[in-house]
């Protein structure tokens, strides 16, 4: 019996038994063989040659001339059981045959496509957000992908930033908790486990706040702010055990991130004493030559190397400049050593050393292709995804007996789009998609009938198409628009200054509503769009996203009440773009605004309402819930108790339907100025109809922590409002004294 808990914990703490060697021995062992240029080759990744994710250097014959060298250390963009294994077999050429590892964006699906991230952020259902990434690490290890460059962690308070679509919005309590379920879900049970790939938190560190939303722009900002805002998602990410991290392509107070010492080595691989390696944004090493930062490629390899980037993502900087800087004397060799051991060291624990074709498995691929479970998943995401948010005269849900119903608009038959961007493109079936107007025609029963126009086109002025689609609505009971953004018009190198509806699409609607029929707007987007004159004049708005691959299905069961819609927004929807950024948890001012009509000497705009169209966590049901009998366990607090918060939730309306119940804190005084609120739970609970149900909350002086301005991390005895309610703008509030 001792014996086999001797062996148990051998295999728990690495502790070498029955002669078994540790990853880290068999890492040092491998390293004492290696040359500095083969060490350096590790720390090298460069792009398949069918597609590329930015713009390539390297010619093909040159990469594979390095990879038979055993000078390339990963590869992006290689995907297929066939294809890695062609790949892997030239690795096993060189001198000590080490594996590649193949990366690639598996954003929001990858056989199956989901929701797009901000849409499925819409759902505040992390266990489905979780079981969503399991699913496209199982479809991606089936086509040979050992590592996904996501989750994306960035904080984004700016609409006109196109990343946003792959983020979880503009809170940091909420995207923390969206993030960790994305890595659970990647990584599954744990590295080297079946279907389980390497997840990798990006974009290190504060991407999401590029001055005027414009991609790759600088951020400038406190270093209070950095670490209170932007860097926790990070933080909890190494705590959880993410495999990689990413550089972000942005400076920080005038100093890339690819090169910033203080967050790559003093707090990544310093003070959080992170074990795994970090990658470099798509050519971010050799971009620092434009930032104006390096000279050149050489000292752009050699401050990188030094500020803590283990591998170089097309720049080819790396291979080209380390070995001199380091014969040079300008690099210290145990640098070198450092990043090679990170990247062998996940190898290893990825089982690649001893099988270097796990992944590349064709008959688990052909097993992947069109999983039905995993689209029936597809389908039921979808739907908890989209967004209410107007329906006004209960509209909706759409009776399915609806005698004669039109869809209109440029998305009604779209099909590539709907996958939303960064989704993976198949050549053996492109589409694999399920229209809105194929969606909507199933739901329908079979004496109903379903007419179409596209009525304009997305991005241009051509009106010729109006007066088909205004006939069209005239001949309907009830009118579906299905209007937005083109799913190419939002994500990487994406930004916008104008987030109105695209082209005349506008015009179009107005058109539509002046015959007086009954309108359903769909918006079809990758952020929050401005509709103001949509969101005064149509009666009922369903924001949803791009769904993916079940989009049509997901759609048709919402607009006919198979699925009550429970989303709520991850991020404010402004008036319009001189708001921005605008978002719920900003700090208050010596002269707030106390309301809409008195703009005198007040922070407010002379023109416009400061308040949003759409506030942070809004969404509307088919039926109604009512909030009452808040209760806290105490009014008065000290030291380290526990603050209990009850409130009781009835489903007032006729359907059953699922609620996600906030609560919010403020601390009225601080020694530096505290936000107006801050989200610090949330719990997205099932209430039948007539059905009440009390909905629990805790606080502990850990929720209460917050970076004063000499960067101290703690919580300050004092007043705090306590706030419960169905969105960040309509709350009960309560108030506590909490003394230390």
């Known amino acids: 019996m001792k014996k086999v808990y001797f062996l148990l914990a051998a295999a728990t703490f690495g502790i070498q038994a029955s002669g078994q060697k540790t990853i880290d021995q068999k890492v040092s062992e491998l390293l004492s063989k290696m040359?500095?240029?083969?060490?350096?080759?590790?720390?090298?990744?460069?792009?398949?040659?069918?597609?590329?994710?930015?713009?390539?250097?390297?010619?093909?014959?040159?990469?594979?001339?390095?990879?038979?060298?055993?000078?390339?250390?990963?590869?992006?963009?290689?995907?297929?059981?066939?294809?890695?294994?062609?790949?892997?077999?030239?690795?096993?050429?060189?001198?000590?045959?080490?594996?590649?590892?193949?990366?690639?964006?598996?954003?929001?699906?990858?056989?199956?496509?989901?929701?797009?991230?901000?849409?499925?952020?819409?759902?505040?259902?992390?266990?489905?957000?979780?079981?969503?990434?399991?699913?496209?690490?199982?479809?991606?290890?089936?086509?040979?992908?050992?590592?996904?460059?996501?989750?994306?962690?960035?904080?984004?308070?700016?609409?006109?930033?196109?990343?946003?679509?792959?983020?979880?919005?503009?809170?940091?309590?909420?995207?923390?908790?969206?993030?960790?379920?994305?890595?659970?879900?990647?990584?599954?049970?744990?590295?080297?486990?079946p279907e389980a790939i390497m997840a990798c938190a990006k974009h290190f560190a504060a991407y999401g706040a590029a001055v005027g939303g414009r991609d790759y722009n600088s951020v400038d900002m406190s270093l209070r702010q950095l670490n209170e805002t932007y860097l926790p998602p990070f933080k909890a990410a190494a705590e959880a055990g993410v495999a990689t991290f990413m550089n972000s392509f942005n400076d920080i107070n005038g100093v890339p991130a690819t090169a910033n010492r203080y967050i790559l080595r003093d707090l990544l691989k310093g003070k959080w004493n992170y074990p795994g390696f970090v990658v470099s944004d798509w050519g971010s090493i050799g971009e620092m030559v434009p930032h104006g930062y390096a000279r050149d490629n050489k000292e752009a390899a050699e401050k990188a190397v030094i500020a803590g980037s283990d591998m170089d993502m097309e720049s080819r900087a790396y291979m080209a400049e380390l070995p001199k800087l380091v014969r040079e004397g300008k690099v210290d060799p145990k640098l070198i050593d450092d990043a090679a051991r990170r990247i062998l060291v996940k190898k290893f624990e990825m089982g690649l050393f001893d099988d270097p074709y796990r992944f590349s498995s064709e008959k688990k691929q052909q097993e992947q292709t069109n999983n039905r479970e995993h689209r029936e998943f597809g389908r039921e995401f979808g739907s908890k995804s989209i967004v209410l948010l107007k329906n006004q005269g209960n509209i909706l849900p759409i009776s399915r007996s609806a005698k004669t119903v039109a869809l209109i608009g440029p998305f009604g038959?779209?099909?590539?789009?709907?996958?939303?961007?960064?989704?993976?493109?198949?050549?053996?079936?492109?589409?694999?998609?399920?229209?809105?107007?194929?969606?909507?025609?199933?739901?329908?029963?079979?004496?109903?009938?379903?007419?179409?126009?596209?009525?304009?086109?997305?991005?241009?002025?051509?009106?010729s198409l109006f007066a088909e689609a205004v006939e069209t609505a005239k001949k309907a009971d009830v009118v579906i628009m299905t209007l937005g953004e083109g799913h190419a018009m939002s994500g990487e190198a994406k930004s916008r200054s104008n987030l109105h509806f695209s082209g005349v699409q506008e015009e179009l609607l107005e058109e539509i509503v002046k015959t007086g029929k009954p309108v359903v707007l769909m918006i079809n987007a990758g952020r929050p769009l401005v509709f103001d004159w949509a969101a005064d004049?149509?009666?009922?708005?369903?924001?949803?996203?791009?769904?993916?691959?079940?989009?049509?299905?997901?759609?048709?069961?919402?607009?006919?009440?198979?699925?009550?819609?429970?989303?709520?927004?991850?991020?404010?929807?402004?008036?319009?773009?001189?708001?921005?950024?605008?978002?719920?948890?900003?700090?208050?001012?010596?002269?707030?605004?106390?309301?809409?009509?008195?703009?005198?000497?007040?922070?407010?705009?002379?023109?416009?309402?400061n308040d949003p169209k759409f506030p942070f966590g809004y969404g509307l049901s088919y039926t109604g819930f009512r909030y009452s009998d808040m209760t806290l366990s105490s009014t008065e607090l000290?030291?380290?108790?526990?603050?209990?918060?009850?409130?009781?939730?009835?489903?007032?309306?006729?359907?059953?339907?699922?609620?996600?119940?906030?609560?919010?804190?403020?601390?009225?005084?601080?020694?530096?100025?505290?936000?107006?609120?801050?989200?610090?739970?949330?719990?997205?609970?099932?209430?039948?109809?007539?059905?009440?149900?009390?909905?629990?909350?805790?606080?502990?002086?850990?929720?209460?922590?917050?970076?004063?301005?000499?960067?101290?991390?703690?919580?300050?005895?004092?007043?705090?409002?306590i706030m419960v309610g169905t969105d960040s703008q309509h709350v009960q509030t309560k108030r506590i004294r909490w003394m230390k």
């Open 413 to 463: 038959k779209e099909t590539t789009a709907n996958h939303g961007f960064w989704s993976v493109a198949f050549k053996d079936d492109p589409q694999r998609i399920v229209t809105q107007f194929d969606g909507i025609r199933n739901r329908l029963d079979k004496n109903s009938t379903l007419l179409y126009a596209k009525g304009c086109h997305v991005d241009d002025r051509d009106r």
């Open 35 to 193: 040359t500095l240029e083969e060490k350096v080759g590790q720390m090298v990744q460069y792009s398949g040659f069918e597609y590329a994710t930015g713009p390539q250097n390297s010619s093909s014959a040159t990469v594979l001339e390095e990879i038979k060298k055993g000078r390339v250390g990963s590869m992006l963009n290689v995907a297929g059981a066939a294809e890695t294994r062609k790949f892997q077999q030239l690795a096993l050429q060189s001198g000590l045959k080490i594996p590649l590892l193949f990366g690639q964006d598996v954003i929001h699906g990858y056989r199956t496509t989901f929701p797009v991230n901000l849409g499925q952020a819409a759902s505040w259902d992390l266990a489905m957000i979780e079981k969503s990434e399991r699913i496209a690490a199982t479809e991606a290890s089936a086509y040979g992908i050992h590592w996904t460059f996501a989750p994306m962690v960035d904080v984004a308070r700016d609409p006109r930033w196109g990343r946003v679509m792959e983020g979880s919005g503009e809170d940091t309590y909420l995207g923390t908790k969206i993030g960790l379920a994305r890595i659970r879900g990647f990584q599954g049970k744990g590295l080297g486990t």
């Open 638 to 721: 000290k030291g380290q108790q526990t603050l209990t918060i009850t409130v009781n939730v009835t489903n007032t309306g006729n359907y059953d339907g699922e609620e996600v119940v906030q609560l919010y804190i403020r601390d009225l005084v601080g020694k530096v100025v505290r936000p107006v609120k801050e989200l610090k739970g949330f719990q997205k609970v099932m209430i039948r109809k007539g059905q009440s149900k009390n909905i629990t909350f805790s606080l502990t002086p850990e929720d209460l922590k917050f970076y004063d301005d000499q960067l101290n991390y703690d919580w300050e005895a004092g007043e705090f409002d």
């Open 537 to 609: 004049h149509v009666p009922a708005i369903l924001y949803t996203w791009w769904l993916g691959t079940e989009a049509g299905n997901s759609i048709a069961d919402v607009l006919f009440g198979t699925v009550n819609p429970a989303g709520k927004l991850p991020m404010t929807f402004p008036r319009n773009e001189g708001q921005i950024p605008v978002y719920y948890n900003h700090y208050n001012t010596g002269r707030p605004a106390k309301n809409n009509t008195d703009r005198n000497y007040v922070s407010a705009y002379i023109d416009l309402d």
